[in-house]
T-cell receptor, first 110, second 115 residues
Framework: SQQGEEDPQALSIQEGENATMNCSYKTSINNLQWYRQNSGRGLVHLILIRSNEREKHSGRLRVTLDTSKKSSSLLITASRAADTASYFCATDQGGYALNFGKGTSLLVTP | DADVTQTPRNRITKTGKRIMLECSQTKGHDRMYWYRQDPGLGLRLIYYSFDVKDINKGEISDGYSVSRQAQAKFSLSLESAIPNQTALYFC??????????????FGPGTRLTVL
């Protein structure tokens, strides 16, 4: 069954604003990953955070992980129209395939 | 990702027909996966293969079968398609050897419609 659950399901912001989406999961993990999907296309890996890490940055992306709360957040700073996409968290419990959440749909308007 | 290709990209078929979706990769990865995506349900794992001789059922394998013909090829079959198998299907790969923490690389997807 799906491990991660993203929140909110949909988010609409204006260019230049920050976008924050959250992911909660149920069981212990080795790492948590975030993926982006442009409409109808394949998913693209954005960033991975290991279970012993608390925060990670990649360009305009900032990911946090709180294993005590079994939650993660993805922050996109200074959003652009090109950031419009669906964002999925995926958990790796070790040795098996990833478990994907249902995604957050982000709309960035000019 | 151009390194993971899927054929066909779109397919419309009728109930009861046998359908095969193919996936090829040039990334040299050992692990391959098949997912389906339905609106509002995210991605669900159908089958996965950790090497040519290791194939495992995922969350929703009923009605599907797979074949790992070579390390680079992993095909998904619907023996007798039904309308609720209408979905977007993705193939993905990952590399267990390089220690990449199971980062997955996705193909462009196959949109399958069963009438």
């Amino acid at each position: 069954s799906q491990q991660g659950e993203e929140d909110p399901q949909a988010l609409s912001i204006q260019e230049g604003e920050n976008a924050t989406m959250n992911c909660s999961y149920k069981t212990s993990i080795n790492n948590l990953q975030w993926y982006r999907q442009n409409s109808g296309r394949g998913l693209v890996h954005l960033i991975l955070i290991r279970s012993n890490e608390r925060e990670k940055h990649s360009g305009r992306l900032r990911v946090t992980l709180d294993t005590s709360k079994k939650s993660s957040s993805l922050l996109i700073t200074a959003s652009r129209a090109a950031d419009t996409a669906s964002y999925f968290c995926a958990t790796d419990q070790g040795g098996y395939a990833l478990n994907f959440g249902k995604g957050t749909s982000l709309l960035v308007t000019p | 990702d151009a390194d993971v290709t899927q054929t066909p990209r779109n397919r419309i078929t009728k109930t009861g027909k046998r359908i095969m979706l193919e996936c090829s990769q040039t990334k040299g990865h050992d692990r391959m996966y098949w997912y389906r995506q339905d609106p509002g349900l995210g991605l669900r794992l159908i089958y996965y293969s950790f090497d040519v001789k290791d194939i495992n059922k995922g969350e929703i394998s009923d009605g599907y079968s797979v074949s790992r013909q070579a390390q680079a090829k992993f095909s998904l079959s619907l023996e007798s398609a039904i309308p609720n198998q209408t979905a977007l299907y993705f193939c993905a790969t990952s590399d267990s050897i390089a220690g990449r923490y199971n980062e997955q690389f996705f193909g462009p997807g196959t949109r399958l419609t069963v009438l």
